[in-house]
């Protein structure tokens, strides 16, 4: 069975490597969220953003940030591993900077969000796989990514008391 989870990531610069994790169907995640309904959620309130991702992150039993080169420094990622550390929730990173996107290939590596925020001990896993010239080889990634993300996702670490 698939482990439920919320996906944190920073839409603008990652969606199309978030839909190839959601592509690899080991986990479920939060609904499909499109360009359309993230506008609609985005240019609301900061109260009602954080209502959102409260209620989107509640019944999840993890929280996995996809990290790219940005994700780090976005206000609503820290928002959510925040909120995921009070909540208890188990959590990790999983690096997607080596996955294709749908306007180039490979991105560069972001920095750890959790070190930004002070936080030590949260996993981070990396997929990235390299070709015999040392260039990210993207396809490899996504197949490396397929074949240890639902292991990883069962590392996640929770806030103790």
């Given amino acids: 069975m698939a482990k439920s989870v919320f996906y944190s990531f ?6 199309y490597r978030v839909q190839l994790v959601r592509q690899i169907d080991a986990l479920t995640g939060a609904p499909e969220i499109t360009g359309q309904n993230w506008e609609e959620v985005r240019f609301k309130t ?3 953003i954080q209502n959102w991702i409260d209620k989107e992150m509640n019944y999840k039993k993890a929280v996995i940030v996809l990290i ?3 994700t780090a420094k976005r206000q609503y990622v820290q928002y ?16 997607i900077h080596g996955l294709a996107s749908l306007s180039d290939g490979p991105d560069s590596a972001g ?3 959790f070190t930004a925020l ?3 001990g949260v996993p981070v896993f990396d997929p990235t ?3 015999c010239y040392g ?3 993207t396809k490899a990634t996504f197949n490396e990514l397929r074949r240890q993300l639902p292991y990883w996702a069962e590392q996640g670490v929770v806030r103790w008391p």
Avoid: C
């Fill in 46 to 48: 900061e109260a009602a």
């Fill in 10 to 15: 920073h839409y603008d610069n990652d969606v």
């Fill in 111 to 113: 920095d750890d969000p």
């Fill in 129 to 131: 796989q390299k070709d």
């Fill in 118 to 120: 002070g936080m030590t």
């Fill in 80 to 95: 959510e591993v925040e909120r995921a550390w009070s909540m208890k929730k188990p959590l990790l990173g999983v690096r």
């Fill in 135 to 137: 260039r990210i080889d």
């Fill in 68 to 70: 790219g080169r940005r």
